[in-house]
Structure formats: structure tokens, C-alpha cells
């Protein structure tokens, strides 16, 4: 019987991508519901400073947690590139160490919790009120932090070997975990903004279980005893350091960008910023389309590396490529057409929706000039070029400072998104050049063995 998680025969490829791409799609989404949940409840609790300290925990978690998101795709690369290989010692072996990295960041988060709590809301701002609810929802919520860098393994893992239903089943447990824990918490047991907080973390634990149960019955089986020597043997672990410090200072790159965007929209004027935070909504509803396809490039590439099959290599990047410039335009088609529809359901501030009809052209471009370097991101991920992808993107990031810096001044907000599109547009141009490089390192197994 054939591996249903091999490799694809020339014939397969378009099929497996969308069976790759569309549950992971599909987990992508529910993720913001997690914080529309929390939103919704924090809401109805009678004050703005409620809404406003939920508000205000739940940014410091997303910089938190995504700046270890390290951990979800340092796992991927070398899990596929193990299971690519049918390598079962080394896909045991990068689990563990993963496993060991993530609640060891966890424990200490545990540890500097009361200062990194208190002075990541100072930096964030927010009046004295706002600023104690964040503090009661922060701790509620960070009990649960080696619970949820470890769910970026499992979901590493999971993506991987390419499991994406149980990816997409593990995602609809926290998110009904969560809805559960939140009513029960808020108004059963009457907590208020701890409630929400304790929920989530709730749901992060209630993930973890799940995870914990998957792996173990996808453990593998038939292998001698895990030695200690192995998991910490020194060459293994400087990989795995160096790949995971790459993709850490890549995603601080990133998160300086949007917050510099942030920064220069805010000096424009109330109006301005929160048109511009509205249509960031379009950039991130395109992001979870098109991080599907990403994903499964992530876990066909590593495949193939792993398998050293240079042609399922080209194959992989190649519909990858065919099915994300398609979606792409999807999603540029519908901002075209329906995105002042979109505006006037967002928000009923007449000054914001004249603001984000005056900038939504951009918005609307901007997935035809983003695919290449969300493709291009995956594809380098799947093949542990991390140093190339931390590169591309500081090059990337020095450009759009600069874009910006020349743009704002002669065409304000105008100018801020036009930078932003150049962003966009060099995160895929500074990789395209280097994608050959990835190619000359796969040597076919028969060119290996050869006398």
C-alpha cells in the first residue's frame, strides 16, 4: 500500500498541494477567533478599559509568542526534510529537541513574568485603568506559555509530515476549548478580565493534551532507547540554534516593519492611523490565504531535500507557485470589487471610511506583490536556508526604511503604503536570486553512491 504521505508522482502534484494547502487554510483562519472570542466578552463587561486592557494583553502576547514562532517553523524544515528522508531516528530526535527548547523558553518566561509583563505594557501605553486590567489578563494568560510554544512544535511536526487534518482538528479543539472555558470563566465563575485571560490559557493547555495524545500515537516505533548523548549531541544542537536564531531575528525584522508602519500612519492624524489599521485587516486575511500554500511548500520541499529529489524540488515550487499567484489574484480581485463593501462593514466613522477608500487601491495590490515573497519564505523554510531568509529580510527591512523615509514626506500615507508594496515586492526579489543556490545542494542519492 503507498505512503499517502509521500512524495507525489509527476501526475499528483496539483492535488496534493490543495490537499496540503486547504485544511492549513483553514486552521489559519481560526486563529483570529481566539481574539474576537476574548474581544467580544471583554466588550459586554461594561467599560472601555476592559476592551482596552484585553486589548492591550492580547498585543503583548502575539509579540511574545510570534517572536518565538521559531519554534512552529525551525520544526517543519527539519521534520519534513527527516521524513523526506524516511529518516524515523531523526524525526524523533528533532521533536524531542524541539520539545526541550519550547518549555525551556516557557519556563523562563515563568520566571521574568512580573517584569516582562509590567514593563512590555509600559512600552505599549494605555492610561493607569487599561494598563492594570492588561496586567490581570497577562497573568491569568502566561501560566500557559510552555503550553503554547510547545503547540508550535506539535504543529511543526504535524505540518511536517504533512497531517494537516489533525493540524486543523487541533486548532478547532483550542478554539472550542476556549469558547467554553470564556463563558464558564466570565460569567459562571464571575472573574472578569482574569476569566479571559485564564480561558485562553485554557485552551492552550487543553491544545497541548491533544497534541501530546498525537504524537504519541504517531510516535515511532521499533527504535532502540532515546540516549541523551544523541539529543544533545553538540552538531545537532548548533543546527538547530543557528536555524532557530535566523528565523527569530527574520521575524524581528518583520515585526519592525509593521510597527514602523504603525508609527509613521499614527503621526499622520487618529483618522489615518485607523484607516490604515483597518486595511491591515485585508494584508492579514491575505496573509492566511496564501500562508497555506507557503505551508505546504514548506512540507514538500523539505520532502524532497530530504529524499534528495531535485525534480520534486522544482515540482514542489513550481505548483506551489501556480496555485499562490492564482490566490493571489483572487484576493486582489475581491478588494477590487468589494472592498468599500468591506470598509463600510468595518467601521461607521465617516472620516475613517473616507481615509480607507483613499488608500484601498493599495491594499488591493498589495497580494499580487506579496505572493512571491510569502512562496519564497516557504520554500526556504522547508530547505533550512535560514541564514538566506534572515538576510533577504534585513535587506528588505533597510529598504522599505528607506522607501518610507523618501516616499512620506512628498506623498504622505500614500507614500507609507507605496513603501510598504516595495517591502513587499523585495522580501521575494532578494530570494528569487539566491533559489538556484537550493537547487545545486540536492544531490541525488544514485549521484551520491556512484564510484
Same mark, same amino acid.
Given at each position: 500500500?503507498?505512503?499517502?504521505?509521500?512524495?507525489?508522482?509527476?501526475?499528483?502534484?496539483?492535488?496534493?498541494?490543495?490537499?496540503?494547502?486547504?485544511?492549513?487554510?483553514?486552521?489559519?483562519?481560526?486563529?483570529?477567533?481566539?481574539?474576537?472570542?476574548?474581544?467580544?466578552?471583554?466588550?459586554?463587561?461594561?467599560?472601555?478599559?476592559?476592551?482596552?486592557?484585553?486589548?492591550?494583553?492580547?498585543?503583548?502576547?502575539?509579540?511574545?509568542?510570534?517572536?518565538?514562532?521559531?519554534?512552529?517553523?525551525?520544526?517543519?524544515?527539519?521534520?519534513?526534510?527527516?521524513?523526506?528522508?524516511?529518516?524515523?531516528?531523526?524525526?524523533?530526535?528533532?521533536?524531542?529537541?524541539?520539545?526541550?527548547?519550547?518549555?525551556?523558553?516557557?519556563?523562563?518566561?515563568?520566571?521574568?513574568?512580573?517584569?516582562?509583563?509590567?514593563?512590555?505594557?509600559?512600552?505599549?501605553?494605555?492610561?493607569?485603568?487599561?494598563?492594570?486590567?492588561?496586567?490581570?489578563?497577562?497573568?491569568?494568560?502566561?501560566?500557559?506559555?510552555?503550553?503554547?510554544?510547545?503547540?508550535?512544535?506539535?504543529?511543526?511536526?504535524?505540518?511536517?509530515?504533512?497531517?494537516?487534518?489533525?493540524?486543523?482538528?487541533?486548532?478547532?479543539?483550542?478554539?472550542?476549548?476556549?469558547?467554553?472555558?470564556?463563558?464558564?470563566?466570565?460569567?459562571?465563575?464571575?472573574?472578569?478580565?482574569?476569566?479571559?485571560?485564564?480561558?485562553?490559557?485554557?485552551?492552550?493547555?487543553?491544545?497541548?493534551?491533544?497534541?501530546?495524545?498525537?504524537?504519541?500515537?504517531?510516535?515511532?516505533?521499533?527504535?532502540?532507547?532515546?540516549?541523551?548523548?544523541?539529543?544533545?549531541?553538540?552538531?545537532?544542537?548548533?543546527?538547530?540554534?543557528?536555524?532557530?536564531?535566523?528565523?527569530?531575528?527574520?521575524?524581528?525584522?518583520?515585526?519592525?516593519?509593521?510597527?514602523?508602519?504603525?508609527?509613521?500612519?499614527?503621526?499622520?492624524?487618529?483618522?489615518?492611523?485607523?484607516?490604515?489599521?483597518?486595511?491591515?485587516?485585508?494584508?492579514?486575511?491575505?496573509?492566511?490565504?496564501?500562508?497555506?500554500?507557503?505551508?505546504?511548500?514548506?512540507? @514538500?520541499? %523539505?520532502?524532497? $531535500? !530530504? /529524499?534528495?529529489?531535485?525534480?520534486?524540488?522544482? =515540482? &514542489?515550487?513550481? +505548483?506551489? #507557485?501556480?496555485?499562490?499567484?492564482?490566490?493571489?489574484?483572487?484576493?486582489?480581485?475581491?478588494?477590487?470589487?468589494?472592498?468599500?463593501?468591506?470598509?463600510?462593514?468595518?467601521?461607521?466613522?465617516?472620516?475613517?471610511?473616507?481615509?480607507?477608500?483613499?488608500?484601498?487601491?493599495?491594499?488591493?495590490?498589495?497580494?499580487?506583490?506579496?505572493?512571491?515573497?510569502?512562496? @519564497?519564505? %516557504?520554500?526556504? $523554510? !522547508? /530547505?533550512?536556508?535560514?541564514?538566506?531568509?534572515? =538576510? &533577504?529580510?534585513? +535587506?528588505? #527591512?533597510?529598504?522599505?526604511?528607506?522607501?518610507?523615509?523618501?516616499?512620506?514626506?512628498?506623498?504622505?500615507?500614500?507614500?507609507?503604503?507605496?513603501?510598504?508594496?516595495?517591502?513587499?515586492?523585495?522580501?521575494?526579489?532578494?530570494?528569487?536570486?539566491?533559489?538556484?543556490?537550493?537547487?545545486?545542494?540536492?544531490?541525488?542519492?544514485?549521484?551520491?553512491?556512484?564510484?
Amino acid at each position: 500500500m503507498s505512503d499517502p504521505h509521500a512524495l507525489p508522482t509527476r501526475g499528483g502534484w496539483h492535488r496534493r498541494v490543495l490537499m496540503l494547502a486547504f485544511p492549513i487554510v483553514l486552521a489559519n483562519l481560526t486563529q483570529p477567533i481566539l481574539g474576537a472570542v476574548d474581544t467580544a466578552v471583554a466588550g459586554h463587561l461594561g467599560s472601555a478599559a476592559d476592551l482596552g486592557g484585553v486589548a492591550l494583553g492580547g498585543l503583548f502576547f502575539s509579540f511574545v509568542f510570534w517572536g518565538f514562532g521559531f519554534l512552529r517553523m525551525g520544526t517543519t524544515g527539519l521534520v519534513a526534510q527527516a521524513h523526506g528522508a524516511g529518516d524515523r531516528a531523526a524525526l524523533r530526535l528533532n521533536i524531542v529537541r524541539a520539545m526541550l527548547l519550547a518549555f525551556g523558553i516557557g519556563t523562563l518566561i515563568l520566571l521574568v513574568q512580573t517584569p516582562l509583563i509590567r514593563y512590555a505594557l509600559e512600552l505599549i501605553g494605555g492610561s493607569d485603568e487599561v494598563q492594570r486590567n492588561a496586567q490581570r489578563y497577562c497573568h491569568a494568560r502566561i501560566g500557559s506559555a510552555p503550553f503554547a510554544l510547545a503547540n508550535y512544535v506539535v504543529l511543526g511536526y504535524l505540518l511536517g509530515t504533512q497531517r494537516v487534518r489533525i493540524a486543523l482538528a487541533s486548532q478547532v479543539l483550542i478554539n472550542a476549548v476556549n469558547v467554553v472555558a470564556v463563558l464558564a470563566f466570565v460569567y459562571g465563575f464571575g472573574w472578569g478580565i482574569a476569566g479571559i485571560g485564564a480561558a485562553t490559557a485554557t485552551a492552550d493547555a487543553a491544545g497541548f493534551v491533544f497534541g501530546a495524545v498525537v504524537l504519541w500515537r504517531l510516535w515511532p516505533r521499533g527504535l532502540g532507547p532515546l540516549g541523551w548523548s544523541s539529543v544533545f549531541e553538540p552538531a545537532a544542537l548548533r543546527r538547530l540554534i543557528v536555524i532557530n536564531r535566523d528565523i527569530f531575528l527574520r521575524t524581528m525584522c518583520l515585526l519592525g516593519s509593521f510597527a514602523w508602519f504603525a508609527h509613521v500612519g499614527a503621526r499622520q492624524g487618529d483618522a489615518v492611523l485607523a484607516a490604515n489599521a483597518l486595511l491591515l485587516n485585508f494584508q492579514t486575511f491575505m496573509a492566511f490565504g496564501l500562508d497555506g500554500f507557503a505551508h505546504a511548500a514548506e512540507a @514538500l520541499v %523539505g520532502a524532497a $531535500i !530530504g /529524499a534528495r529529489d531535485r525534480d520534486a524540488f522544482r =515540482q &514542489a515550487v513550481k +505548483v506551489n #507557485l501556480f496555485w499562490s499567484v492564482l490566490g493571489a489574484l483572487g484576493f486582489s480581485l475581491v478588494y477590487w470589487g468589494a472592498g468599500s463593501w468591506i470598509i463600510d462593514k468595518l467601521t461607521d466613522q465617516p472620516a475613517v471610511r473616507a481615509a480607507a477608500l483613499a488608500f484601498l487601491p493599495w491594499a488591493a495590490l498589495s497580494p499580487l506583490v506579496s505572493v512571491w515573497g510569502f512562496l @519564497l519564505d %516557504g520554500v526556504f $523554510i !522547508g /530547505a533550512t536556508r535560514t541564514r538566506e531568509l534572515m =538576510q &533577504a529580510m534585513v +535587506v528588505s #527591512l533597510a529598504i522599505f526604511l528607506a522607501a518610507s523615509w523618501a516616499l512620506v514626506g512628498p506623498f504622505g500615507n500614500h507614500g507609507l503604503w507605496i513603501a510598504l508594496l516595495i517591502f513587499m515586492a523585495a522580501r521575494g526579489f532578494t530570494l528569487m536570486p539566491l533559489l538556484g543556490r537550493v537547487t545545486d545542494t540536492i544531490t541525488p542519492r544514485e549521484t551520491q553512491q556512484a564510484p
